[in-house]
């Protein structure tokens, strides 16, 4: 049984020197409940009363032996294993460190913006409508005919269009901004200062028009209100934006909804009107850049608004044009491919 024993040992020996994980399997196959060394101390009552003790104390000795082999064996692998993570995380310092994208702002956002600021400034409140709206608000309570050119479908998008007759109920894309105007008086009463920036929609394609862009309404109701008001905050509003030499002009012009009625043109940033050659005004010395006038009596009227107390003034920019314009952008579809060459440089 002694030379069992030795046995066992050597053959545990060996192969703890020779195991490279798992050393709880060969502890259970010769120290476990089943294991070699357990069977053989089994045995141990079929021996001479004499010869057990020794035995006995000889089996515990290859058992605390075998433990030892084991342990030794376990601290070893562990050394091991660190030495090849060290040697597998490597890390190389020299390396360049990975650069975070900061993202920004589009132009069409920022002029958005910049214009909310200076607007709230002013104490204006900034309210939103609809984007698919009712023939109603965008052209009928607006003063426009029902023949007006711009109901044709050449012009506006429809969602729904009756076929026989042009009607109020008709569902379109909203082509201004100024049906904000309608539903904020027909809930409101004077006075009322408000802007609604948004999106907007028309039939067109070309190097300045996209058929989805975006406006900027403002509407001014109250008692003595008067085109000089209007004058005077577009002209803070092109300040804040452009700076302060910044000037504009009103041209008289036609829009259904405001009467009088003007186009608003800002002296060219770019030549301040000294370049016959300027290529941003084109030797003009003045940019277009928005509409504008007085609110029409009858608009006032259909919203609940008595005229003869009230007056008020409105206007609408494009948001894009004013991009183009600050940024010295040439084609407005480039605002909307989301090419990020272009996008980087505001
Ligand atoms: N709605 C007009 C347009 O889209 C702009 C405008 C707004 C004009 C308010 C006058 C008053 O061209």
Redesign the pocket.
Known sequence: MKNELSQILGEASAEIKNQDADLEQIRIKYLGKKGKLTDILKKLGTLPAEERPVIGAFANEIKTKIEELIAKKQKELAGLNIEKKLAEEKIDITLPAKQKETGKRHPISQIMLSLEEIFIGMGFNIVKGPEIEYAYYNFDALNSPKNHPARDIQDTFYIRKDEKEIREDDILLR??T?SVQIRFMEKNKPPIKIVAPGRTFRVDLDSTHTPVFH?F?GLVVDKNITLVDLKDTLEAVFRGLFGEDAEIRLRPHY?P??EP?AEVDAKCFVCGGNNENCPTCRGEGWLEM????MVHPKVLAGCGIDPTVYTGF???MGLERLAMVKFGIDDIRNLFENNMRFLRQF
């Not at 928005?290 to 006038?293: D, R, Y």
């Open positions: 082509c201004h100024s406006q309404e829009f909804f405001t009625s928005l509409g504008a006038g409105a206007f609408g």
